[in-house]
């Protein structure tokens, strides 16, 4: 992973990466269901999801949103700000779910880079726009617009 200046990041923007392709399980949808408590028959009971428009089980939309870190981790050579010692969540804007990713689909993340911004001393706002795709779908799971801070 190379590390970049904040005047280097800042030029970045408009730029874009994708990561590798994840494979999401129903083991994974399961365990989700399991730490939030959102069983619905449509991400749990395949029987009964077998009968719906989905055809099977779907995962959860918040779940497909939570892959956003793993999917950024999965970027090769994705730039990091030097000397950062921590990045947290700030916000999300524009968040769509788009189309269901069905068990066993294969997503990735596709990622822009809208703004880059000092907010304060060693402190900068990154605005990215985030869209998770699936492998053989014209629409995307979701697009979204995550507001993340970064500090030096």
Known sequence: MATVTAEEMKARV???????WLTVSQEMIDAFADATGDRQFIH???????????????AHG????????RLQAMVPDAPRLAGASMGVN??????RFVTPVRSGARVRGRFRLVDFAEKAPGQY???TGFTVE???????????????????
């Open 44 to 58: 749990v009971d395949p029987a009964a999801a077998a009968a719906t428009p989905f055809g099977g089980t779907v």
């Open 90 to 95: 700030y916000g999300g804007d524009r968040v």
């Open 14 to 20: 408009g730029e874009e990466s994708v990561s590798d």
């Open 125 to 127: 706002r990154q605005t």
């Open 134 to 152: 699936i492998e053989g779908q014209d629409k995307p799971a979701l697009v979204a617009e995550w507001i993340g801070l970064v500090f030096t």
């Open 62 to 69: 918040f779940l497909t949103l939570s892959l956003m870190p």
